[in-house]
């Protein structure tokens, strides 16, 4: 029977694993629980309409956004064009925008914890407010500004993070919900993304920043060359054209008329390699994280690009792609000597993973270019902004614009996107933005008033 | 404060409660188990002639021979690697030869089959000769298990207020269910009557009409299939009674196979009819089958629809395991096999995977526990990979629930749709639970079985659902430690595999409802819903209840603790 015994440690072996197992189990369902209870289905949030106890949502200056009645219904609150404004920040009550506070932080509201379940009694429930840092004036005056178009304009305050603008549309009422059916699919597609942090679109001209940026650290005497454009330029059988000829340019003039011809052969000559560098020292292809939020990735690829490709590149067409926040991060990086401050939403984060510190907002990111780089880029987006400032009479309280607009070309049947990024150089107002609008048409004349819209909001 | 709140603060309060108290109970089962009554000392000695060295024999059944592994190891040329066995029966003691060269002597004579040996007797293997002398001539201390409290300490808790403590519990389940959210009555009052109707009436049984002292496997497994019982009230009431009638017959099967299984040389008479009787079961399964669920194991007569397999599993066990001296003939080993291909045959013909899956475990467990074997453990397992590659070739729908594992939210409303719910509804309920009755994961298909691990949670708190975890792993540890206290290795073998058999398929139905496996859509020993499945595990609990050789003694009032 000794034998029996010392083999009887097989199941004691066992018994071991699927101790380990259940462990395992428990660690899995510490993790997960707070994601697992907010899915759609869940019966226990349904029966109450998901949201009916939940905590308010308020907007930096303690407006409520939403917030629940005593019945238990869940009111939004504004006007129909500010309850748009916000419907890709706060939420419906269904799960459908995943970006959104309501759905991202649905068992903060509710207060869900392992703890307690969601079995509680009315009575003794724990719900939370979250706080953002958005201003609802600011993001009504953005969306109305879009005018119905399709687009997104986010502006962050690149000394502290905090997002005080931020739309999308195409929208609609988070308290009255379209019903989308096979008929008006087309009318909304798109609806449900967060433009701001859930779309990449081709950046265009203001994708010259980042290749003056590469040009600045890589070619010495950059400053001191003059380009010839005549309108056009071949490479490969292909022409690279600007609008009008804008004759002998010097890099600075280049970049401030946005001269496509000079910037063309600019990239030609920095190459694949410095170009992807500068590229994805500034953030293309690189995975950023608002408030918990995965950001849609911006992306620039040359790998298989021939010498005409690079060139388009170059001036941000071909494949680039770029996403609104991640250009609003960028331009908060020129601001600040090279390293941008992560932008974030959520004021009160309770979330776990914040609490660990994982993707708290506020936070210095990663360099993206050296102070020097900086204060050289910041020039040209000066001299840009002043360009238009002499011309086309941009002025807002008296704050020094910085900026680059950018008219992409998507579809020659199609209106270009309309561009607009920079910032203001403030210490009262130190204010990075982006801005695009689908089908536009030029950035000047399509994106430019949006981001004026929200900034003149938030001055005053 | 308002009426109504302070009814809410109640109820909550309650709902904490309730996890500690279920801890209570499994540790106070759990104390109960590891509490022993035969101090550590040999059961007789062998005292060898011509020297003054004396050999302790410590267990019912002893091997003796010169391989080191042996109970009683002889360093003799002469004698064989595997001798005799020398055994105790509720007669006196047996000298049986298991096919040694030179052969056993009691007192000079030739021992052919089982022999009687006395005090004093001469028992001669090879050129060695013991002399049989009482347990008491030994004086040297022996090494006492880990597993077991010290004689000296404190007694646990006694049996009759374990199982006030396990009626406190089911009352509160069934009062929590009355004021459940849809539906408000009395009926989970009633089927909790009649549950510790059942359960007390086994108690009085165990007590008066069997004498037996311990009752804490039976208290644990009554705890367990109470809980399950309670959560079926707000469910379906019928299934409520039926689990209740399955769980009285259960009872009875247990009852019956502890007495019959009281002799292991009757066991092993009658090995060849149960296993005949096994196969006839399996074979009118497979003629007369009805398809459920993609598997085709349930058989229906009348209104009543039993799954064969699930009484197999106590065959199987049943067959597997045999006493020291049947265990090496190869015989026994032959027919064993031949059993086991028969049986996970038939399973897999079926289509009832999960279920072949658990005997095949089965398998490996019994023939590692007879062979101690590692390469044909091994190499079987090899084959059953080749042969699982193979069904998942064959059978679309075996390798559709694979698909689905750990990509859960992905086929949420599809293929992993039950999968999705338990994991969602597990977190829904929280350390304190919804409340009996007022869970959403009811209404998804076969929670009261295959998920029921997330029912429980649901309603009851995850806490809940994790100690009947530990239930069973305690019940694991304590069928592993009683083997050397065993009346047989009849008993030992049978009690680690029914453990092992137990741990594997809580394993399966777990891990599978929650995605750490794929779901395989067995059940959860004693909790889950089914009358085949809770009257087997009844069965296998009998296997460990018979393993303690505490089981079988008669009551008697113990005397003055020796020093």
């Known amino acids: 029977m000794k034998r029996i015994m010392q083999r009887s440690y097989l199941i004691f072996f066992i018994t071991l694993a699927f101790f380990a197992g259940v462990a395992f189990l428990a660690v899995k369902l510490v993790l997960g629980s707070a994601d697992w209870v907010s899915k759609p289905y869940n019966g226990h949030m349904a029966s109450s309409s998901g949201l009916s106890q939940a905590g308010s949502i308020l907007d930096r200056n303690d407006n409520a956004f939403v917030e629940s009645d005593k019945d238990g219904k869940r009111k939004y609150n504004g006007d129909y064009d500010t309850r748009c404004s916000y419907l890709h920040i706060v939420g419906d009550n269904s799960l459908n925008i995943s970006t959104a506070v309501q759905s991202m932080y649905r068992t903060e509201l509710t207060g869900y914890s392992l703890l307690f379940g969601l079995g509680m009694p009315k009575s003794l429930k724990t719900n939370s407010d979250i706080k953002l840092t958005v201003d609802i004036d600011a993001t009504k005056a953005a969306y109305q500004a879009l005018d119905g178009k399709k687009g997104a304009c986010v502006v962050y305050n690149y000394k502290t993070g905090e997002i005080l603008c931020s739309t999308s549309s195409l929208s609609y009422d988070p308290a009255d919900p379209p019903e989308i059916t096979k008929e008006n699919e087309e009318e909304y597609s798109g609806v449900y993304l967060d433009n701001v942090v859930s779309s990449a679109y081709t950046p265009g001209s203001i994708f010259k920043t980042v290749t003056a940026a590469c040009a600045i650290e890589n070619i010495p005497d950059i400053y001191e060359r003059t380009f010839d454009c005549s309108g056009a330029y071949e490479i490969e059988g292909d022409d690279i054209t600007c609008e009008d000829a804008h004759g002998t340019v010097t890099f600075e003039e280049a970049y401030a008329y946005s001269c496509n011809v000079a910037f063309a052969k600019i990239a030609q000559e920095l190459g694949t390699e410095k170009l992807t560098k500068t590229a994805e020292e500034m953030g293309f292809n690189k995975q950023f994280v608002m408030s918990n939020i995965n950001v849609q990735k911006s992306s620039f690829d040359v790998k298989e690009a021939n010498d005409n490709q690079l060139a388009w590149s170059g001036i941000g067409q071909h494949t680039d792609l770029a996403n609104p926040l991640h250009m609003a991060m960028m331009c908060g990086a020129i601001a600040n000597d090279g390293t941008p401050v992560v932008p974030y939403h959520v004021s009160n984060n309770t979330s776990i993973f914040a609490k660990l510190g994982l993707t708290k907002g506020g936070q210095t990111g990663e360099k993206m270019l050296s102070p020097d780089t900086a204060e050289k880029v910041k020039d040209l987006m000066r001299k840009a902004a002043n360009y238009y400032y002499n011309v086309r009479g941009l002025n807002i309280a008296g704050l020094d614009f910085c900026a680059k607009t950018g008219t992409a070309e998507v579809d020659k049947e199609k209106q270009p996107n309309a561009w607009f990024i920079g910032f203001t150089e403030s210490d009262e107002h130190p204010y990075a933005f982006a801005v695009v609008v689908e089908e536009g048409g030029y950035g000047i004349s399509a994106a430019t008033p949006v981001a004026v819209a929200a900034i003149n909001e938030l001055v005053n | ?563």
């Open chain 2, 1 to 563: 404060m308002n009426f109504q709140a302070f009814l809410d603060i109640a109820v909550v309060a309650l709902r904490f409660l309730m996890p500690i108290y279920a801890v209570v109970i499994v540790y106070q089962c759990y104390a109960s188990m590891r509490r022993h009554r035969r101090p550590e000392k040999p059961l007789v000695t062998l005292q060898v002639k011509g020297a003054k060295q004396k050999v302790p024999v410590l267990f019912w059944e002893n091997s003796i021979g010169r391989s080191k592994g042996s109970d009683i190891c002889v360093l003799d040329p002469s004698v064989s690697r595997e001798h005799c066995v020398l055994l105790r029966r509720q007669e006196g003691w047996f000298v049986s030869d298991i096919g040694s060269k030179s052969g056993t002597f009691v007192n000079e004579k030739k021992a052919r089959d089982r022999t009687r040996v006395l005090i004093d007797d001469e028992i001669r293997v090879g050129n060695t000769t013991f002399i049989l002398k009482r347990g008491d001539e030994y004086k040297e201390g022996l090494r006492p298990s880990w597993f077991f409290s010290k004689a000296s300490n404190k007694g646990s808790l006694q049996p009759y207020k374990l199982m006030i403590l396990i009626t406190l519990f089911h009352l509160f389940m069934a009062v929590e269910a009355c004021f459940s959210n849809e539906v408000k009555d009395f009926m989970p009052l009633m089927i909790f009557v009649c549950l510790e109707v059942i359960i007390w009436a086994f108690f009085f049984v165990s007590s008066f009409v069997f004498n037996r002292i311990n009752f804490e496997i039976e208290a644990l497994m009554l705890f367990l299939s109470g809980i399950g019982v309670m959560l079926l009230v707000r469910q379906d009431v019928r299934s409520a009674f039926v689990q209740l009638i399955a769980m009285t017959v259960g009872i009875v099967f247990f009852c019956f196979l502890v007495k019959f299984i009281e002799n292991p040389d009757r066991v092993n008479s009658w090995r060849l009819a149960i296993m005949i009787g096994a196969v006839v079961l399996l074979l009118i399964n497979l003629v007369f089958g009805r398809v459920q669920n993609g598997a085709a194991n349930w058989i229906t007569i009348g209104s009543v629809s039993v799954q064969p397999s699930e009484f197999v599993k106590v065959a199987y066990i049943f067959v597997g395991a045999a006493a020291l001296d049947k265990l090496q003939t190869k015989r026994n080993f032959i027919e064993f096999i031949i059993f086991s291909a028969i049986c996970v045959g038939a399973l897999a013909i079926m289509g009832d995977f999960g279920t072949a899956l658990i005997f095949f475990a089965t398998f490996l467990i019994i023939a590692f526990m007879r062979s101690g074997d590692f390469k044909t453990v091994i190499l079987a397992l090899v084959g059953a990979v080749f042969a699982g590659l193979i069904v998942l070739k064959f059978k679309p729908y075996v390798a559709e629930r694979f698909s689905s594992w750990g990509h859960v939210w992905e086929n949420a409303q599809t293929t992993a749709y039950q999968q999705a719910r338990v994991l969602t509804y597990t977190a829904s309920g929280g350390i304190p639970g919804v409340g009996v009755g007022n869970g959403y994961l009811k209404y998804v298909a076969a929670s009261e079985s295959d998920l029921v691990f997330g029912l429980v949670s649901e309603e009851m708190g995850v806490v809940i659902a994790f100690v009947i975890a530990a239930a069973i792993i305690a019940l694991a540890f304590y069928s592993r430690a009683i083997t050397t206290r065993s009346r047989s290795t009849f008993y030992s073998i049978s009690a680690c595999c029914a453990a092992g058999l137990m741990i594997f398929q809580s394993a399966l139905n777990i891990f599978g409802a929650t995605d750490i496996l794929p779901l395989t859509g067995v059940t959860l020993p004693f909790v889950s819903a089914g009358g085949s499945s809770i009257i087997a595990c009844f069965g296998l609990m009998a296997f460990i209840k018979a393993a303690d050789e505490r089981t079988y003694a008669a009551k008697r009032i113990r005397p003055k603790e020796e020093v």
